[in-house]
């Protein structure tokens, strides 16, 4: 019994611990739009498709130095605010029906700046511009795809060393811009070069990115034909 007693004593000196006054203070709750930090809002939102390091996982490394160069903050603003509508990615501003604010766009497109341009990183090679200025030919696209793109992707762009960026299923889930973006940028995540490294010695030019582009758009089947291959009614 008093070995119970005691016990029993030493049970209620720990339990008193937590009595008004006494508990250590806990740390503040945080509401999500009230998040200001950099590096956690980019973890939560962004990491999983653009890798922790912003140098590309599932898609582009918007923390690439190419990308950063090519890409200006009303570029990466309007992306991150509004997505990329018919791809995987989403709208991340509050008034396009995301979660995040203004202030916590505008601290995303800040830091991806501050933490990762290296504005002299590509010496005195300029790269093509981050928009088409006319449109494709895809015709001349397809000889340019032979050039530069082939000897990984295939003669046809279904497959090589590299995968296949021809494929329809591929080509449902991207834009356009998307496929200009990783012709310029490369993907280093999966060993593809930016566009100076395809052939040595001969970097891709504007007209070689905007027309290689039209060719492997005009590979994309319509939605139509996506739905309903056999041609039959549904």
């Given at each position: 019994?008093?070995?119970?007693?005691?016990a029993l004593?030493?049970?209620?000196?720990?339990?008193?611990?937590?009595?008004?006054?006494?508990?250590?203070?806990?740390?503040?709750?945080?509401?999500?739009?009230?998040?200001?930090?950099?590096?956690?809002?980019?973890?939560?939102?962004?990491?999983?498709?653009?890798?922790?390091?912003?140098?590309?996982?599932?898609?582009?490394?918007?923390?690439?130095?190419?990308?950063?160069?090519?890409?200006?903050?009303?570029?990466?603003?309007?992306?991150?605010?509004?997505?990329?509508?018919?791809?995987?990615?989403?709208?991340?501003?509050?008034?396009?029906?995301?979660?995040?604010?203004?202030?916590?766009?505008?601290?995303?497109?800040?830091?991806?700046?501050?933490?990762?341009?290296?504005?002299?990183?590509?010496?005195?090679d300029?790269?093509?511009?981050?928009?088409?200025?006319?449109?494709?030919?895809?015709?001349?696209?397809?000889?340019?795809?032979?050039?530069?793109?082939?000897?990984?992707?295939?003669?046809?762009?279904?497959?090589?060393?590299?995968?296949?960026?021809?494929d329809?299923?591929?080509?449902?889930?991207?834009?356009?811009?998307?496929?200009?973006?990783?012709?310029?940028?490369?993907?280093?995540?999966?060993?593809?070069?930016?566009?100076?490294?395809?052939?040595?010695?001969?970097?891709?030019?504007?007209?070689?990115?905007?027309?290689?582009?039209?060719?492997?758009?005009?590979?994309?089947m319509?939605?139509?034909?996506?739905?309903?291959?056999?041609g039959?009614?549904?």
């Open positions: 019994m008093k070995y119970r007693a005691l004593i030493a049970l209620l000196g720990l339990a008193s611990c937590g009595a008004p006054g006494q508990r250590a203070a806990e740390a503040p709750v945080i509401r999500p739009n009230e998040v200001t930090d950099f590096h956690r809002l980019y973890a939560q939102n962004c990491s999983g498709c653009h890798g922790a390091d912003a140098q590309g996982g599932l898609t582009v490394g918007i923390g690439s130095p190419v990308y950063l160069a090519i890409a200006d903050d009303a570029t990466i603003r309007r992306v991150a605010s509004q997505g990329v509508p018919g791809t995987a990615m989403p709208a991340f501003a509050q008034k396009s029906g995301g979660l995040l604010t203004e202030a916590q766009i505008d601290i995303l497109v800040r830091g991806i700046r501050t933490r990762w341009a290296r504005p002299d990183a590509l010496g005195h300029k790269p093509p511009a981050y928009k088409a200025s006319t449109p494709g030919d895809a015709a001349r696209g397809q000889t340019v795809f032979a050039t530069f793109c082939s000897s990984c992707h295939g003669a046809d762009g279904r497959g090589g060393r590299g995968g296949s960026i021809a329809s299923s591929y080509l449902a889930l991207v834009s356009d811009q998307h496929l200009r973006t990783v012709t310029i940028t490369g993907m280093p995540a999966f060993g593809a070069p930016d566009w100076r490294g395809n052939v040595r010695g001969k970097p891709m030019s504007d007209g070689d990115v905007t027309d290689v582009v039209a060719w492997l758009a005009a590979q994309r319509p939605l139509s034909a996506q739905l309903n291959p056999a039959g009614s549904q």
